[in-house]
């Protein structure tokens, strides 16, 4: 059914990359709807919604508030001015290819299944990931509304690109919940294509990624679970909805129940929320455990190290580090009544250390050291040289691998953080074995990476980034503000996810890339996302749903 | 849209040597827009009516009519190196039907004219074959002619040819009046005008055969046209031989059931009686003096004896605000009412008397208190058309009805841009 026409005017000239058209007043089209253009010998442009406005031949508020009977709301005059609908298309694709604008007064329609394949076909299928679906239908309870997205793998995980970021308030943006999403889809796209990934998620927030082993036995007691949760937000309507999208990725093999990928917890000794976890390993560091980069990030991050330090900390590790040292040894080591004064200097020497330091160097490395292990006594074994380790050999593929980081302090999150990518890096690098590739999804990234000045971490993370599809090592990233985190961490991700968001944050221009569904950004709900990938000209608005462990609140 | 009329006229103008003019010569006619009283003449003020503005007051209207068009010179033909310029002219006359206060597309009728003087040019020794197009000339029938061929091939704009050196009005004895001699030809501007000329009298024989077609498809709806009512009804007999007689209210059989439902916006006031009109200026309510003319010619306006004038000052509101109108009757509109709009059928008879007897019979009428209140409500169901106020020129903000606005609106936006009409060559 034709709802519009492609508008060529002077005043709304037609783009080849975007056109505006009206729209018959009667058509259910709101900004992120896929419309599609049509012209009389074929020609076809897909585009998505980005921008709508509502105007009349009233020229402006003057005339309307005249035309009121001069001002009077309560009257109705005898015609009402005709209100037309106007949509912004930016164009997805382009058949013929070409990049040329609409020449004529094209039709406008819905998007249809066989329109949105076009849209898939520049993806071939063995690389096509599911990263949610777009609307295309008025009753969301219908799984036929819910048209898939894709994800190219290449893109999507490397090696032609690499990364995602996910930007959005927190609670609102749903950012947990869909890197979740994702990560069962990469995880049931991999197992189709017999690739080996692990998936290593960083709970930062409650619950978010615990419980995951609880899932419904069957669709049947997922569909409770979703009922029961709908009843208890009180939002009864999302119950349709969230059945619905996961009917529709069932058919696309994203079938968390039926595929029951293994999970793994790894927590930290004392915390509270282990009663959540299924048989989960207990992780702490020792001195032995950790690599320079590990001891710069957990001592450095925070507050800029003088040169003299980090040399220091430079030659004690390669001096110290592998041969049984603790955290209370080099303590130790460092204090001021421990070290050898050489004469007729102001310069000292640390027992099994080359070379010699000014006398205050050792003392103030020492504070430092000290003030770390203060905050971070839930993951630092400070009198053995080891604890327990997350090792990269302790990756089983197909598995999604939660590591506890809520309730810790920033600088415990740092250490185990930098540590844990570290560790997978390298063994990406050096041993391979049974995992092709690793997923990490990290929350509050802008902690590891935050925008301005250098860090370790954030250099490790940087170098990780731009690494990492060579690595076979994907980073979701995600994170309140984008505007907060490093612009080359940012500008590596090559997709881009963003929710809800504050209109103030959106002004940066670091979301410039939305085009004019920046707009759009505040008015985003819960499940929906704007998603920008290379493979598509134009950012998606998609939707995707909750996850089944989170509807299981009212308990089975 | 068919392409065949189309292709039959360009092969003729190719044909005849017809050349295309630089595209920065393309004038195209405008029509000033002044609201401005031109012309006052004695007329009868028959009486003033209060006329209220209460919210329970429902509108009547369900149709609006316009006419537009757009006349473009296409090209010129020399002969014996005396450059003559041919035009084209695209006529539509529509109805906008308002559903649920909502504007609604009714139904259009449109031609494209090809327009030059052949007889002269003939005369002058042009030696082409007329045009094989159908011809719209004093043997009348015009709108019966575009409204078949439109039928008949409704895929296709239909396309005619109209001499412009030739009347299409004939004298007393039947024979038509040369307008345009070989000697004329020369003068440049002159041939322009003719062809202007002939694309407004077309417009004015297609907007009255629309009325009359609209009467038989909705006779019992009531009709507000754009402009005035008496210039159109001199063309009964061109526009359709059914309407013959109308000219000059001959036939008053055929003129109540063309009248009895038409009231005509007046928007463009040339025609203001010398004394009286200043009871719709100077009151603080809505006052409407109305007046019987006797026939007055001016310009594009025209006033006849059985056409009532009533005049309203329509947004006062909006006319004090804007002070760079200069003209004392700038926001004035008048409605044209005719006779039998007051009347209803079974007062035919009472219309034939009031044609034998004007004045008297008319005041008669209007003396009883049911036939007085059946034109105040009229009234009052034009004034409630008073809002919204449509997006225009300063003074046609004041004047224009807005379901008027918007008809003209659709019905421009139907008319074939200039090159396009351009490109026919």
Redesign the interface.
Same mark, same amino acid.
């Given at each position: 059914m034709i709802i519009g026409r492609v508008l060529v005017t002077q005043r709304e000239p037609a783009k080849a990359y975007e056109f505006w058209c009206w729209l018959s007043s009667d058509s259910q089209v709101g900004i992120g709807t896929i419309l599609i253009a049509e012209g009389e010998s074929g020609e076809i442009a897909i585009g998505i919604v980005e921008d709508m406005q509502s105007t009349s031949?009233? !020229?402006?508020h003057l005339?309307?508030f005249?035309?009121?009977?001069?001002g009077n709301p309560n009257?109705?005059? *005898?015609? !009402? *001015?005709?209100i037309i609908r106007l949509a912004k298309l930016r164009v997805l694709y382009r058949e013929p290819s070409t990049a040329s604008p609409p020449a004529h007064r094209w039709r406008v329609r819905f998007a249809r299944a066989e329109d949105l394949e076009l849209l898939a076909q520049r993806i071939p299928p063995q690389y096509r990931v599911l990263i949610g679906f777009l609307k295309v239908g008025v009753d969301e309870s219908n799984p036929e509304s819910w048209m898939p997205v894709f994800a190219h793998a290449k893109f999507l995980l490397g090696p032609e690109g690499a990364h995602v970021n996910i930007s959005g308030a927190t609670g609102l943006a749903t950012k947990s919940s869909y890197a979740l999403f994702l990560s069962y889809s990469i995880l049931a796209w991999a197992q189709k294509n017999e690739e080996k990934v692990a998936v290593v998620l960083f709970n930062v927030k409650r619950k978010d990624f615990l419980q995951l082993h609880e899932l419904p036995r069957d669709w049947d007691e997922a569909k409770e679970w979703c009922n029961r949760w709908a009843r208890s937000i009180g939002e009864e309507a999302l119950r349709d909805r969230v059945l619905a999208m996961w009917e529709k990725a069932k058919n696309f093999g994203v079938d968390p129940i039926a595929l029951n990928f293994n999970v793994r917890y790894f927590t930290y000794q004392g915390d509270p929320d282990i009663r959540f976890m299924q048989n989960p390993t207990i992780y702490s560091y020792g001195f032995d455990d950790l690599a320079k980069g590990d001891f710069e990030a957990a001592l450095f991050t925070t507050s800029s190290p003088t040169d003299p330090q980090v040399i220091l900390l430079t030659a004690y590790l390669e001096a110290k580090l592998g041969y049984g040292r603790t955290f209370e040894g080099m303590l130790n080591d460092l204090d001021r009544r421990n070290l050898t004064q050489v004469q007729g200097t102001n310069e000292v020497r640390i027992g099994g250390v080359d070379g010699t330091w000014m006398s205050n160097v050792p003392p103030a490395l020492q504070r430092r050291v000290r003030a770390f292990l203060d905050r971070a006594a839930h993951v630092v074994i400070r009198d053995r040289s080891t604890g327990q380790p997350i090792r990269y050999g302790s990756l089983t593929p197909n598995c999604l691998h939660v590591v506890q980081l809520y309730r810790l302090t920033d600088a415990e999150k740092r250490l185990v953080v930098n540590a844990i990518i570290r560790e997978i890096s390298q063994g990406l690098e050096t041993q391979g074995g049974d995992i092709d590739r690793v997923i990490i999804i990290a929350d509050e990234l802008n902690k590891y990476a935050p925008s301005g000045a250098l860090s370790p971490m954030k250099e490790q993370i940087i170098d990780i980034v731009a690494r990492g599809r060579d690595l076979q090592l994907t980073l979701i990233g995600a994170q309140q503000f984008a505007s907060r985190v490093d612009e080359e961490v940012i500008g590596n991700s090559e997709t881009k996810i963003v929710g809800y968001s504050d209109l103030s944050e959106i002004v940066n221009p670091i979301y410039k890339y939305l085009g004019d569904l920046r707009d759009q950004v505040p008015n985003l709900v819960k499940g929906q996302l704007i998603f920008k990938h290379p493979v598509y000209p134009a950012p998606l608005i998609i939707w995707f749903p909750t996850p089944l462990h989170e509807m299981n609140q009212g308990g089975s | 849209m068919g392409k065949g009329f189309l292709n039959e006229l360009k092969e003729y103008l190719r044909s005849s040597g017809v050349n295309p003019l630089p595209l920065s010569d393309i004038p195209e006619e405008v029509a000033p827009d002044l609201p401005v009283a031109t012309s006052s003449t004695g007329a009868i003020e028959i009486m003033h009516l209060e006329v209220g503005t209460s919210?329970e007051v429902e509108?009547i209207f369900t149709f609006f009519v316009d006419g537009v068009q757009r006349t473009v010179p296409i090209g010129e033909v020399i002969v014996k190196e005396v450059r003559v310029p041919i035009h084209i002219a695209h006529i539509i006359a529509g109805a906008m039907e308002?559903v649920n206060?909502?504007?609604k597309p009714y139904k259009l009728r449109q031609a494209i004219v090809l327009l030059f003087p052949y007889q002269a040019m003939k005369a002058y020794g042009w030696d082409k074959d007329s045009p094989p197009l159908d011809i719209l000339d004093s043997t009348g029938n015009i709108y019966r002619k575009a409204k078949s061929k439109e039928e008949d091939n409704p895929e296709e704009t239909p396309i005619f040819f109209s001499d412009t050196s030739i009347s299409l009005r004939q004298d007393q004895s039947g024979r038509n009046l040369i307008l345009l001699g070989p000697g004329d030809l020369i003068k440049t501007g002159e041939v322009r005008r003719k062809a202007l000329d002939r694309t407004k009298e077309l417009l004015r024989i297609v907007e009255l055969g629309f009325i009359w077609e609209m009467r038989q498809e909705k006779n019992d709806s009531w009709i507000l046209l754009d402009g005035p009512i008496a210039p159109l009804l001199k063309y009964g007999r061109l526009a359709d031989s059914d309407l013959l007689g109308l000219e000059d209210i001959a036939n008053p059989e055929i003129a109540f059931d063309f009248l009895h439902r038409v009231i005509g916006a007046v928007k463009k006031v040339q025609i203001v009686p010398t004394a009286g009109v200043e009871a719709a200026l100077n009151s603080a309510n809505f006052v409407s003096p109305i007046f019987q003319f006797s026939s007055v010619v001016e310009d594009d306006d025209e006033v006849a004896r059985w056409i009532l004038s009533a005049y309203i000052w329509l947004?006062r509101?909006?006319s004090r605000e804007i002070t760079i109108l200069w003209s004392t009757v700038s926001g004035l509109v008048r409605f044209d009412i005719p006779i039998p709009s007051i009347l209803d059928e079974s007062m035919r008879s009472s219309w034939k008397t009031i044609i034998m007897d004007n004045e008297k019979a008319l005041r008669e009428y209007l003396s009883s208190e049911t036939n007085r209140k059946r034109l105040e409500k009229l009234l009052q169901a034009i004034l409630?058309?008073r809002?919204?106020?449509?997006?225009s020129t300063i003074t046609r903000?004041l004047t224009e009805i807005?379901?008027i606005?918007?008809t003209e609106?659709w019905l421009k936006a139907n008319l074939r841009d200039v090159l396009e009409l351009r490109n026919l060559i």
């Open positions: 031949a009233i !020229q402006d005339l309307e005249y035309g009121s009977e001069y009257v109705t005059p *005898p015609t !009402q *001015p005709k | 919210p509108t308002r206060k909502s504007m947004r509101e909006l409630i058309e809002w919204p106020v449509p997006s903000m807005f379901p606005a918007e609106l």
